[in-house]
């Protein structure tokens, strides 16, 4: 029952950069699955981005080239030329299960971290 707590989230220009980090436990290093996930207003929750177990990174379509997720003592989600289209709550995540591909993949949750991205 390890909690994953978001931080960084906030207010950025169109072009801004933020840095999101999740604290996570140690448990969730050796599970096949962690990520990030976001929700937009009126919009269903989508996955952004995910590493397993071995380093393996996925992104979503908008996020190739402008999003990093890696993870250290924490989990991190590096994001750069932010657009308002990025605008949401954005959620860390873990899988506990053991999947072949960890894209989408989540049955522990974050808080979420509000990011917003103004024209």
């Known amino acids: 029952q390890a909690p994953l707590v978001e931080s960084g989230g906030g207010s950025v220009q169109t072009g801004g950069s933020l840095t999101l980090t999740c604290l996570v436990s140690?448990?969730?290093?050796?599970?096949?699955?962690m990520g990030w996930f976001r929700q937009a207003p009126g919009k269903e929750r989508e996955a952004v981005a995910s590493?397993?177990?071995?380093g393996r990174t996925e992104y979503a379509e908008h996020a190739k080239g402008r999003f990093t997720i890696s993870k250290d003592n924490a989990l991190i989600l590096l994001m750069n030329s932010l657009t308002p289209e990025d605008t949401g709550v954005y959620y860390c995540?873990?899988?506990?299960?053991?999947?072949?591909?960890?894209?989408?993949?989540?049955?522990?949750w974050g808080q979420g971290t509000q990011v917003t991205v103004s024209s």
């Open positions: 590493i397993d177990r071995n």
């Open positions: 140690s448990q969730y290093y050796i599970t096949s699955c």
């Open positions: 995540a873990a899988d506990t299960g053991q999947f072949r591909d960890c894209f989408g993949r989540a049955n522990n």
